[in-house]
């Protein structure tokens, strides 16, 4: 049986040409449009303001949403939710919410898998099996924006019940999007950036471009190509070492772009762009967070416009790559700062959920 097509993978301009071969005006289009991506349905019943025909049709030949939740993990402290998407194909994908005082930010994935292979990464471990489709991407930041949406209402109905709804207060909102979940963005680019059009478009989801975070492992190709895009989105390497032998060891791809030549593809994003660039580092114990390490990042990261997220790694089970301690964490950042690097220690988040990335699916598999 063929699957239908999700309306998420349609443009405003092919889903109007889809409705008018139908026989619908073309304002229906801006109405399904608004459903969907300002209103957040997830079935075109709830389209109230359309013909009946026309929303059965729409259920029947373009459904909006293509993920079913195969599992859903919140930690003990209710800052951080975790699913487990199913997709059509029966794939699964996984995106996290992270809850924050002042911002709240999903972590979406582009691939089922990766072919990146970084040892200490689960999803990496588990390998690849297909790109993610634009609407897919799409789909998982639609599900937090109505997870949150959802709370809204019931604190809401909790405060008063008889009162009306009023627009999402600043804890409510999705405000932040990081490209960081499984799959390497760059090795499904058109993808990735179809659907983070459709993200920043202020007809669609409206997401501020600077409130996006593209990360990558550094494919050199991809940086370049990023770029000369318009949106004005955040770029964000995956470094975890800054000499070539500990790197290989650690992304294998490294082997194939050593650092100089992601470096190069970097100060020519700087550049072009004249953006600042984030620089992950993932602390492992004994691999790579000694002062010596740090001493050497520092170095080779001098005089660029960049900031150093320093995170303490998210270990998966019988692995030998487990996170730095958090006296190690804190002198490996002094001394980046020392010399004028900066660099935070990012918050370790969900923890009792396997939130790193590809845990989960990989203990669902299992």
């Given at each position: 049986m063929i699957?239908?097509?999700?309306?998420?993978?349609?443009?405003?301009?092919?889903?109007?040409?889809?409705?008018?071969?139908?026989?619908?005006?073309?304002?229906?289009?801006?109405?399904?449009?608004?459903?969907?991506y300002?209103?957040?349905?997830?079935?075109a019943?709830?389209?109230?303001?359309?013909?009946?025909?026309l929303?059965?049709?729409?259920?029947?030949?373009?459904?909006?949403?293509?993920?079913?939740?195969?599992a859903?993990?919140?930690?003990?402290?209710?800052?951080?939710?975790k699913?487990?998407?199913?997709?059509?194909?029966?794939?699964t994908?996984?995106t996290?919410?992270?809850?924050?005082?002042?911002?709240?930010?999903?972590?979406?994935?582009?691939q089922?898998?990766?072919?990146m292979?970084?040892?200490?990464?689960?999803?990496?471990?588990?390998?690849?099996?297909?790109?993610?489709?634009?609407?897919?991407?799409?789909?998982?930041?639609l599900a937090?924006?109505?997870?949150?949406?959802?709370?809204?209402?019931?604190?809401d109905a909790?405060?008063?019940?008889?009162?009306?709804?009023?627009?999402?207060?600043?804890?409510?909102?999705?405000?932040?999007?990081?490209?960081m979940?499984?799959?390497?963005p760059?090795?499904?680019?058109?993808?990735?950036?179809?659907?983070?059009?459709?993200?920043?478009?202020?007809?669609?989801?409206?997401?501020g471009?600077?409130?996006?975070?593209?990360?990558?492992?550094?494919l050199?190709?991809g940086?370049?190509?990023?770029?000369?895009?318009?949106?004005?989105?955040?770029?964000?390497?995956?470094?975890?070492?800054?000499?070539?032998?500990?790197?290989?060891?650690?992304?294998?791809?490294?082997?194939?772009?050593?650092?100089?030549e992601?470096?190069?593809?970097?100060?020519?994003?700087?550049?072009?762009?004249?953006?600042?660039?984030?620089?992950?580092?993932?602390?492992?114990?004994?691999?790579?967070?000694?002062?010596?390490?740090?001493?050497?990042?520092?170095?080779?990261?001098?005089?660029?416009?960049?900031?150093?997220?320093?995170?303490?790694?998210?270990?998966?089970?019988?692995?030998?790559?487990?996170?730095?301690?958090?006296?190690?964490?804190?002198?490996?950042?002094?001394?980046?700062?020392?010399?004028?690097?900066?660099?935070?220690?990012?918050?370790?988040?969900?923890?009792?959920?396997?939130a790193?990335?590809?845990?989960?699916?990989?203990?669902?598999?299992?």
């Amino acid at each position: 049986m063929i699957q239908p097509t999700s309306l998420l993978e349609l443009t405003k301009t092919e889903l109007t040409a889809r409705l008018a071969a139908w026989g619908a005006p073309r304002y229906r289009a801006d109405q399904v449009w608004e459903w969907v991506y300002k209103k957040l349905a997830t079935d075109a019943a709830e389209m109230t303001n359309l013909p009946v025909a026309l929303r059965e049709q729409l259920a029947a030949e373009l459904p909006i949403t293509p993920l079913t939740v195969a599992a859903e993990r919140r930690s003990q402290d209710n800052q951080t939710i975790k699913w487990l998407f199913r997709l059509p194909d029966g794939q699964t994908i996984e995106t996290v919410l992270m809850l924050y005082d002042q911002r709240q930010t999903v972590c979406i994935s582009t691939q089922v898998g990766c072919a990146m292979g970084c040892v200490f990464c689960a999803t990496g471990q588990a390998g690849l099996a297909r790109n993610l489709s634009a609407g897919e991407i799409v789909a998982q930041v639609l599900a937090a924006a109505r997870w949150l949406a959802g709370r809204q209402e019931t604190a809401d109905a909790a405060h008063d019940q008889s009162a009306q709804p009023g627009p999402a207060s600043a804890n409510q909102r999705l405000t932040n999007i990081v490209v960081m979940g499984m799959g390497e963005p760059f090795a499904n680019y058109e993808r990735t950036w179809a659907a983070l059009r459709t993200l920043t478009d202020p007809q669609a989801f409206g997401l501020g471009a600077r409130h996006i975070t593209v990360s990558t492992v550094g494919l050199p190709q991809g940086i370049r190509k990023m770029a000369e895009e318009p949106l004005q989105l955040n770029l964000a390497v995956s470094l975890h070492a800054a000499n070539d032998t500990l790197r290989t060891q650690l992304v294998p791809i490294n082997h194939r772009y050593p650092i100089a030549e992601v470096m190069a593809a970097v100060r020519d994003y700087i550049g072009r762009t004249k953006r600042r660039v984030t620089f992950e580092y993932a602390l492992m114990h004994r691999i790579n967070d000694s002062p010596a390490h740090a001493r050497e990042l520092s170095g080779l990261l001098k005089g660029l416009l960049c900031h150093v997220n320093l995170i303490p790694l998210n270990p998966v089970a019988e692995s030998p790559y487990q996170p730095a301690t958090p006296e190690n964490a804190a002198a490996f950042q002094q001394i980046l700062a020392a010399r004028g690097i900066p660099a935070t220690v990012r918050l370790r988040r969900g923890l009792d959920i396997d939130a790193g990335c590809g845990q989960l699916r990989r203990r669902m598999n299992n």
